[in-house]
């Protein structure tokens, strides 16, 4: 029997979680989306009430911190979307409601947490540890044994040289090259990369 899911948000992120779930021959039991002008997505029905019973539940938000607060604020069984053209070792640890895009790598022994997202064509390498509520971003790259924690957004094709430690809610902006560990709530931008603000905690 195949799984069925129920999809928390309406945007562009579901967009691409829809298709995941479609390719892994699930099926869609409601979308639910809190804002009242969205009343359907690719043929499937919008609701703001959350109908998850008997289901798997993927929060399609990118954005890290909403993603915590609905994970937060709601019970029910967390599912997993992965992609079948995504490379996966068999000794990957995924957590729950976590979501991994077409092209993405992850490599052997790396763990990911609970609601993590590998964006399209990511690359994560050997014993990298990934925190909850993590983002990697389209064609971002991390050498091995690379830690990211809680909350923190990798952005689209930025590269994280092997045995590099992430803090908590950093964000490395688009292209950076990062060669030195980053504090918690750090903004890092450029080539190598460097800390220009904190994000408020």
């Not at 077409?102 to 014993?127: F, R, Y």
Request: proline residues 2%.
């Amino acid at each position: 029997m195949n799984k069925t899911f129920t999809i928390i948000g309406a945007g562009g992120h579901a967009k691409v979680v829809i298709e995941i779930i479609e390719e892994m021959g699930g099926v869609i039991k409601s979308i639910n989306d809190s804002s009242p002008a969205i009343k359907e997505l690719f043929g499937y029905a919008v609701t703001d009430q959350l109908l998850s019973g008997g289901s798997d539940i993927i929060i399609a938000i990118g954005n890290n911190s909403r993603r915590k607060k609905i994970a937060e604020s709601i019970t029910g069984f967390f599912g997993k979307a992965i992609h079948p053209k995504a490379h996966l070792s068999s000794r990957t640890q995924i957590g729950e409601g976590s979501m991994v895009m077409a092209g993405a790598t992850v490599n052997s022994q790396a763990k990911l947490g609970k609601h993590v997202i590998i964006n399209t064509n990511a690359s994560v390498d050997h014993e990298c540890v990934l925190a909850d509520f993590v983002h990697i971003s389209p064609g971002a790259s991390l050498g091995g044994n690379v830690t990211v924690g809680e909350g923190s957004h990798i952005g689209i094709g930025s590269s994280i040289i092997q045995g590099i430690h992430i803090g908590k809610w950093a964000t490395i902006g688009a292209g950076a090259v990062v060669i030195e560990d980053v504090p918690d709530h750090a903004v890092v931008v450029g080539v190598p990369g460097r800390i220009i603000k904190y994000n408020k905690e």
